[in-house]
C-alpha cells in the first residue's frame, strides 16, 4: 500500500476547462457581467463576483424521458392504506418527478467570476482610441535591445563566452599542439637513454614548441563584442488627469457620477499600463492641485473659471510628465456652468495645450437625476465645446444624469470601432 | 483474542505514520476476519480545490480537456463557496491499485473510517462483483484516460480545437446510449485498445503515399440493392449503441472522429455498472466500515471518544428521511444498502420463521460473510432488492407503492402497503426503480435508407406513456444528424406500433463543410 501526499501537487487542474467554458460562454457571460455591474457599486466592479448566465447556450441535453404513468415507492406511510387515494400536490408536483440533476434543470447556471475574469470580460470590448496615430511620434522612445555580436566595440561589451569559443575552435583547427602533448614529450626526452633517439625527440619537441608559439592561445580576431541595438519602445506609463469644478452649483449626486467614472477610466488604464498616476484638479473661480479625499468630499465655493483648471493641467504637464514620456489621459467633470467671458481663453488652452500633448480628453457633462437633457437649452461649456469638436478638436463629450448611464457611457466612449482599426493598421 | 492494544491514535489529528498503521489494522481485520479480497491500496491526500478538481473530472484523476468539465467545475465551486454543498470525505476509484481520495482536513477519526470504507469496502465491491469484472478493466483505465487525453489534445493541434469540441460535444449527447447492456464476444481490454489506436496510426503513417489519391479509379462496382433484411443483418441493426453504430457506419466521419467517438464509448462503458450498483457499493461500504470500526473499537485501539464521532457521521451518512419530510428527495442508497445488509446478517445468524419462508436458502446458515460476498459477487440493485428486500425491512422502513396515472384524474393511488398483499408488489416495484432498463429510454437504430438519400432511422419505444423530452430530444438528434451528416428521423411508438411522435433532424452546414 502506498501514501501519497498529492496536497503539493500543482492546483487549479481544472483551470483549461474552466477557461474553455468561459469561452464558449463569452457573449453570455459578458452580458451577465454588464447587467451585475450596472447594480453595482464602482469598487466592487473589480471584485468579480457571481453571475448568473441563461443556460440555453451552455445546455447539455441528453435524451430523458417525462410525463406517463409514475410508480413510486416510498418510506414512511403513516396512515395510508391500499386503495387510497391521495389528492395531486398543487403546482407542478412539488418537486416529485423533476429531476434537479446536478442543477442543471434551474433555468440559469449561476457561477462566480473571479476579479481578474470578472475585468477582463467587462472591458474586452474597449480599446484606447486613436492611439495609433500618436504611436510613432510620442508613445514610443528608445531602447537598447540586444543583437548578436560583432568584432568591433568598447571593452566592457566584450564577450567573453563567444570569444573563448571562437579561440578553441581556431586552435583545433589549426592543430595548436596541447600543454599535456608537449609534457609527455619532454617527460620522453627526459627518461631517454638512447641519443639518437633523445635528438630525434629533442627536434620534434621544438617544432612543437614553435608551433605553439605561432599560433596563439586568444588571437585578436577571436574577439567578440556585445552588439546592442536601439530599437523603440513603447511608454508604457500613464498620466490621468481628473479635472472637476466643485463650484456651489455642483450637488454631492454630479460628484458620485464624476467619481464613478474616474474610476472606470482608472480600471482601464491599469490595464493597459504598467503604471499610472492620477492626478486630481479642482476648480472654482481657480484651481488646485488637491488629493483624492479632498478632492471628491472637500468643501469649497465660488464662482467657475474652467481655464483656470485646463492651465494648471498644462503646468502640471510641463513641469511633471514629459509628453514623450507619459500617456496623457484627462477626463473633466462638470455641470457645465462657465463665466461666459471665460469661453475664449478655455477654448484656446484647449485647443492649443491641452489636446496636443494628451491622448485622449473626454468631457462629461453631469446633471441631475431627474434633470433631462432634452428639456434643458446645452450649456455654455457644451455649446464651446460643440464648436471646437465641429472645427476638428479631438473631444469627445457625453452627458450623464443617472448612475446606470455610466457604464454605457463608458462603454460607448471606448468601444472599439471597426473603422478605426482599419485605419490605424 | 487479546483485546489490548494500544490506540491508534488519540485526539483528531494524524501523521502519516499513523495513516500506516490505520490501514494496516484496517487490512488485518478486512483480510484476516471478513475475508475480503481487495486491489492492492493507493491512498492520496488532497486538498479542498483537488477535491473540486476531481468532482469535476467524474471522479478520475486525470481526464480530456472539455468545456463542459468547466461548466461543472465552475457550479460545484459556486454551491462550495457558498457553504451549499460540503465535500465528499473521499473518491474511489476503480483501479488497480485502488486508488482513495483522502481529504487534508478529515480528522484522523474520519479518515480511518474512510480507508475502512472505500480501500476496503468499496475495493472489494469493485473486484469481486460480476458487473465490474464483465465490463471495466480496472488494471488499463488509468492508462486508457492518459492514452484519451493525450489523442485529445493532438486532435485537437492537427484538427482545430473547435472541430474536435463538436465531436466530443455530440457523442458526450449520445453517452448513455453509447453502452452495450449485453455482454458480447470478448470483454473490454483498455491496454490493448490503446495499443491497437497507436498500431493503426502508425499503419496509416506508414503506407500514406499521395500517389493513390490521383490514380484513377475504373467505373464503381454496381452495388446490388440488397433487400432490406440482409442489409440490417449487414450493419448489425437493430442496434441500440448509438455510438458504436455510429464509429461503425457513419459514411463521412474522420478517423479521428471516429477514435474520439470511441473514446466516449469506452469510458461511458466503464461508468455503466456504477450506476446499476449504487446501493449496493455503498451498501458494502458502509457495512464494511462499520464491521470494521466496531472491530477496532473492541481491540482497544479506537478509544470511546473517537468511537462516538465515528458513530455520529455513521449515523448522519444512513439517515434517510421519510417521503413527507423537507429533506426527503428518494431513497438514500447508504441508508437502504446498509439497511439490507445489516437485515441479511440478521436472517442468516438470528431468522425469525417469516425469514425461513422468504429465504429458505441463507436463513439460519450461520456464516454471515460467506453469505454476503457470495451476494457481493453476484447481484447488481436491481436484483439484489428484488431477491433480498425483506418483509420485515419494507414494515420498519413502512414502505408504500403509489402509482400516479395522469388519465386517472381524482388523484394518485396507493397501490400497496406494508402488508402480507403488498410486500411482494413493493419488492418488485422498488426494484424496478433501480432497473437501468426502465430508467433510460430505450432507443434503437432501427434502418438506414443506402439507396434513398441515407436516412438514419431510430426509434424509440415508449413504456408508460413517458415520451422524450422534445426540447432534448431536438438537440441530441441534432448533434446526431451532425455525426451522421444526413438526415435523422426518431419515430416515438407505444407497446402496440402505435407511432406516438415523429422528429426529422438535418444536418447543420457548418458540420457538413467539417
Known sequence: ?425 | MSETHEPLFEGADWDFQQLQRIHDACQEIAHGELGLDTYPNQIEIITAEQMLDAYSSSGMPLFYKHWSFGKRFAHHETFYRKGLMGLAYEIVINSSPCISYLMEENTATMQTLVIAHAAFGHNHFFKNNYLFKQWTDADGILDYLDFAKGYVASCEERHGRLAVEMTLDAAHALMSHGIDRYPGKKGLDLRQEEKRAKERREHEQSVFNDLWRTVPTGPSKSTEILNSERRRKLLGLPQENILYFLEKTAPRLQPWQRELLRIVRHIAQYFYPQGQTKVMNEGTATYVHYRIMNRLHQQGRLTDGNFLEFLQSHTNVVFQPEFDDQRFSDFNPYALGFAMMQDIERIVTAPEDEDREWFPDIAGKGDVMGVLREVWANYRDESFISQFLSPRLIRSWRMFHLHDDPEFSEGIQVDAIHDARGYRRIRRELARQYDVGFIDPNIEVMDVDLAGDRRLMLRHVVVKGAQLNETDARRVLQHLADLWTYDVSLVEVDAKDNVLKEYVVSPRAVAIAA
Open chain 1, 1 to 425: 500500500m502506498f501514501i501519497v501526499d498529492r496536497r503539493l501537487n500543482p492546483g487549479s487542474k481544472s483551470l483549461e476547462n474552466r477557461q474553455r467554458f468561459l469561452r464558449r460562454a463569452k457573449a453570455l457571460v459578458q452580458g451577465a457581467v454588464k447587467k451585475s455591474s450596472e447594480g453595482r457599486d464602482i469598487k466592487d466592479v473589480l471584485e468579480g463576483g457571481e453571475v448568473s448566465i441563461p443556460l440555453d447556450g451552455m445546455h447539455e441535453p441528453r435524451f430523458r424521458t417525462e410525463g406517463g404513468t409514475r410508480d413510486r415507492v416510498l418510506p414512511g406511510n403513516k396512515k395510508f392504506i391500499e386503495g387510497d387515494i391521495i389528492e395531486r400536490p398543487k403546482g407542478g408536483g412539488g418537486g416529485r418527478g423533476s429531476q434537479p440533476g446536478e442543477g442543471d434543470s434551474e433555468d440559469d447556471f449561476r457561477f462566480v467570476l473571479s476579479r481578474d475574469e470578472f475585468v477582463n470580460l467587462f472591458l474586452d470590448d474597449l480599446e484606447l482610441p486613436d492611439l495609433a496615430k500618436r504611436k510613432l511620434a510620442e508613445v514610443e522612445s528608445e531602447g537598447l535591445q540586444r543583437a548578436g555580436y560583432s568584432t568591433s566595440g568598447s571593452p566592457a561589451n566584450i564577450s567573453v563566452k563567444r570569444t573563448v569559443q571562437l579561440a578553441l575552435a581556431r586552435r583545433v583547427a589549426l592543430r595548436r599542439p596541447k600543454p599535456q602533448e608537449i609534457a609527455e614529450l619532454e617527460a620522453e626526452c627526459e627518461a631517454c637513454t638512447d641519443e639518437k633517439r633523445r635528438a630525434e625527440l629533442l627536434v620534434e619537441l621544438d617544432a612543437l614548441r614553435a608551433k605553439a608559439k605561432r599560433i596563439p592561445f586568444i588571437d585578436p580576431i577571436d574577439i567578440r563584442f556585445r552588439r546592442f541595438e536601439s530599437v523603440p519602445k513603447p511608454v508604457a506609463q500613464a498620466v490621468m488627469f481628473c479635472l472637476m469644478d466643485v463650484s456651489g452649483s455642483m450637488t454631492e449626486h454630479m460628484k458620485d457620477l464624476a467619481k464613478r467614472f474616474y474610476m472606470l477610466l482608472y480600471v482601464f488604464l491599469t490595464r493597459r499600463y504598467r503604471h499610472v498616476e492620477i492626478v486630481f484638479i479642482r476648480h472654482t473661480d481657480r484651481a488646485e492641485e488637491v488629493d483624492e479625499q479632498t478632492f471628491f468630499y472637500g468643501p469649497a465655493s465660488g464662482g467657475t473659471m474652467v481655464s483656470s483648471a485646463l492651465q494648471a493641467m498644462s503646468d502640471i504637464v510641463r513641469s511633471r510628465f514629459r509628453p514623450a514620456d507619459w500617456n496623457i489621459y484627462a477626463a473633466q467633470a462638470s455641470d457645465g456652468d462657465n463665466s461666459i467671458a471665460d469661453s475664449a481663453l478655455t477654448g484656446r488652452l484647449l485647443t492649443e495645450s491641452i489636446l496636443p500633448v494628451s491622448q485622449f480628453f473626454a468631457y462629461l457633462e453631469v446633471g441631475e437625476a431627474s434633470g433631462s437633457s432634452f428639456e434643458m437649452p446645452d450649456s455654455s461649456l457644451w455649446t464651446l465645446y460643440q464648436r471646437l469638436r465641429s472645427e476638428g478638436a479631438p473631444l469627445s463629450m457625453r452627458k450623464v444624469n443617472n448612475r446606470s448611464e455610466i457604464f454605457p457611457v463608458f462603454h460607448d466612449l471606448f468601444q472599439r470601432r471597426r473603422s478605426q482599426e482599419k485605419a490605424a493598421s
